[in-house]
């Protein structure tokens, strides 16, 4: 199962920034926070990482709480083509290995 | 490059027919994966693939039939396959297991009559 919790869908007005939270209370302490995205009929597209630290690259920003129980991922000016359906993503270890488990994922409306 | 490339995109097949999806990507990468995902559904995860070797089977049905040749292809054998397996059949590649910045293909979508 799907170590994280999400919200199952959200609005955002176009331009302005989109906050996507994500739950992942029973981390380890080595795991990482991976954020993925898939836009209608595609495959799903990498975003953005973190462990402990904030991260940014041109996509997005990584909020990280300091107790790691849980996340944002910030779109800063999110556009009608950022309407999809967004995974928070922490790896579950199973026999053979590291596995990435998608959730239910948040589905971002981005509105005109 | 940093593609996945699935072929092909869309399979319609019988339920007696067997057929087979392939996947390749040209980054170097040492993991792939394949994934099903149904309407409305996040991707399940079906196999793991690392350096060529199956690590993972997530119990999946034996109608369902991995193989990776080399590093750079994964394939999926179909055979005898029921009209609820019908869904988008996802491809993806990592540098290693241990890394999830994983690249996905577009998908093949397979319809079971």
């Known amino acids: 199962d799907a170590k994280t919790t999400q919200p199952p869908s959200m609005d955002c007005a176009e331009g302005r920034a989109a906050n996507l939270p994500c739950n992942h209370s029973?981390?380890?302490?080595?795991?990482?926070v991976y954020w993925y995205r898939q836009i209608h009929s595609q495959g799903p597209q990498y975003i953005i990482h973190g462990l402990k630290n904030n991260e940014t690259n041109e996509m997005a920003s990584l909020i990280i709480t300091e107790d790691r129980k849980s996340s944002t991922l910030i779109l800063p000016h999110a556009t009608l083509r950022d309407t999809a359906v967004y995974y928070c993503?922490?790896?579950?270890?199973?026999?053979?290995?590291?596995?990435?488990?998608f959730g239910a994922g948040t589905r971002l409306f981005v509105k005109a | 490059d940093t593609e996945v490339t699935q072929t092909p995109k869309h399979l319609v097949m019988g339920m007696t027919n067997k057929k087979s999806l392939k996947c390749e990507q040209h980054m170097g990468h040492r993991a792939m994966y394949w994934y099903k995902q149904k309407a409305k559904k996040p991707p399940e995860l079906m196999f793991v693939?690392?350096?060529?070797?199956?690590?993972i089977n997530e119990s999946v049905p034996s109608r369902f039939s991995p193989e990776c040749p080399n590093s750079s292809l994964l394939n999926l054998h179909l055979h005898a396959l029921q009209p609820e397996d019908s869904a988008l059949y996802l491809c993806?590649?990592?540098?290693?297991?241990?890394?999830?910045?994983?690249?996905f293909g577009q998908g093949t979508r397979l319809t079971v009559v």
């Open positions: 993806a590649s990592s540098q290693g297991v241990q890394i999830t910045e994983a690249f």
């Open positions: 029973t981390i380890s302490g080595n795991e990482y």
């Open positions: 993503i922490v790896r579950v270890v199973g026999t053979g290995g590291f596995k990435t488990i």
């Open positions: 693939y690392s350096y060529e070797k199956l690590s």
